[in-house]
């Protein structure tokens, strides 16, 4: 691209395909073009190059609305998307997108005076926030009388699942309060700490990433008060339950529950807990940092699942599954003569028989026999085989990540039926968030980041 440069124009020259340089244009010829970049290196480019943007002038590069940039290009968005970034303004708009960039620090953006700036306001005549699209949609909602979608989209540890938080915060703030719908409202914010201790965990990138995918649909009556909400999950990463990569944490609610071994004697006696250590499905993550306080609180996840309506016996069930998942992995085997599977810790296995509430003899012979059935299920003939040592192991570790699985998917229904419209409603509109996951490539890649 040569159209319009001369001599001691500004651009930018691609050295690569993530790197690109500014430079100066010290001569214009005929069939090249003479830069001397930034960091002092003498380049000929042949004009008309793919390689070679213009720069935007120096007075535009901190526009706060990306599509009134001269050249709306790769380099010129990234160079103001970074120049804004370094004076902590996180927020930018391309037309009606939202780019936000995570500060991986508190910058104090998202307080009661500021959420009260964006109520009733242009979404084109603010600063860009998180708010001002909540804003949008709220007021689209109410004035156009039609559904909103908010997508919420990027790359693990961008800050998708912070910004989903804050909108439904927002929400929740301007929405009409009504004696009838306060403690739905309530509900509906404190069912993501309960997502988070279930689905969330500490990975290289990220102390809280979202290791699943959630479309959340918020209700409003025909007052716009905030009358109920759904949940619909998606791509549970499973394959956490049973490995981690190195440096990397199983989900938050693992290590929050073995944290009550010595604070909860009555609890540890009834789940047989013991420290993170002792675990093999968790061990390796148990002296990994975490900074985010709420991944180690087990009394902030109790307490949020109070607040849904989840106490007592309910939640001593769940807690049951959990300590039945961590004490299938002390599960171990060895071989007969004949290289069949044979258990080598029964006792393990009873106490997760007891914690599931099965038959601890058909479990342990589920694990190291399989049946067969050939043919038709009532006309063909049944066998049993035995495993090896290392189907056997393939067989506790499916069943700990399919328990997991289906704990996860009850307790979103559970939450559904808590959050569920309670009062007569003549006609509701919702705003629908769909906070997707994140790509991460691994050095061992499993069926959820195929997905992705």
């Given at each position: 691209m040569s159209h319009g440069i001369h001599t001691t124009a500004r651009v930018w020259l691609k050295t690569s395909n993530l790197k690109w340089i500014a430079g100066t244009v010290d001569n214009v010829g005929d069939k090249f073009l003479s830069i001397t970049t930034e960091d002092g290196q003498h380049i000929e480019v042949p004009r008309?190059?793919?390689?070679?943007?213009?720069?935007t002038?120096?007075?535009?590069?901190?526009?706060?609305?990306?599509?009134?940039?001269?050249?709306?290009?790769?380099?010129?968005?990234?160079?103001?998307?970074?120049?804004?970034?370094?004076?902590?303004?996180?927020?930018?708009?391309?037309?009606?997108i939202l780019v936000a960039l995570n500060p991986w620090q508190d910058l104090s953006l998202y307080g009661n005076d500021v959420m009260q700036s964006y109520r009733r306001r242009n979404f084109e005549q603010v600063p860009p926030h998180v708010f001002a699209i909540a804003e949008a949609?709220?007021?689209n909602l109410q004035s156009k009388m039609k559904d909103q979608t908010i997508l919420v989209s990027g790359d693990s540890g961008s800050g998708k699942t912070e910004s989903t938080k804050f909108m439904m915060q927002y929400l929740a703030t301007v929405?009409?309060?009504?004696?009838?719908?306060?403690?739905?409202?309530?509900?509906?914010?404190?069912?993501?700490p309960v997502l988070e201790a279930f689905g969330n965990a500490k990975t290289l990138r990220n102390d809280n990433s979202s290791r699943f995918g959630k479309y959340i649909d918020i209700h409003f009556d025909e007052h716009y008060a905030l009358c109920g909400a759904k949940i619909d999950t998606y791509l549970l990463e499973k394959s956490r339950v049973v490995g981690q990569e190195p440096g990397e944490r199983n989900f938050h609610i693992f290590y929050q529950l073995c944290s009550q071994t010595l604070e909860d004697p009555d609890l540890s006696k009834e789940l047989d807990l013991r420290p993170a250590e002792q675990f093999r499905y968790i061990a390796a993550g148990a002296q990994v940092a975490v900074a985010y306080k709420p991944a180690t609180s087990f009394s902030y996840t109790r307490k949020a699942l109070e607040a849904i309506g989840i106490a007592g016996q309910e939640t001593l069930e769940i807690l049951k599954v959990l300590a039945a998942v961590m004490h299938l992995g002390e599960v171990t085997f060895s071989s007969d003569k004949d290289q069949n599977a044979v258990m080598a810790n029964p006792l393990e296995c009873d106490t997760v028989a007891r914690l599931l509430g099965c038959e601890a003899e058909e479990l342990r012979s589920s694990f190291v026999k399989r049946k067969i059935q050939a043919g038709p299920q009532d006309l063909g003939d049944a066998y049993t085989v035995s495993q090896t040592e290392q189907q056997a192991v393939d067989t506790r570790d499916a069943l700990a990540r399919a328990v997991y699985g289906s704990l996860f998917d009850a307790l979103v229904r559970r939450i559904n039926l808590s959050l569920s419209i309670q009062t007569k409603v003549i006609k509701t509109r919702r705003i629908s968030i769909l906070d997707i996951f994140g790509f991460e490539h691994f050095k061992t890649n499993h069926f959820e980041q195929f997905c992705i």
């Open positions: 008309g190059s793919d390689k070679l943007s213009q720069r002038p120096a007075g535009m590069e901190m526009v706060d609305n990306l599509t009134t940039l001269p050249d709306l290009d790769e380099p010129n968005m990234l160079h103001s998307l970074n120049a804004r970034y370094k004076q902590n303004l996180i927020y930018t708009r391309t037309g009606p949609a709220f007021s929405a009409n309060h009504t004696v009838a719908t306060a403690n739905t409202e309530q509900q509906v914010l404190q069912c993501n």
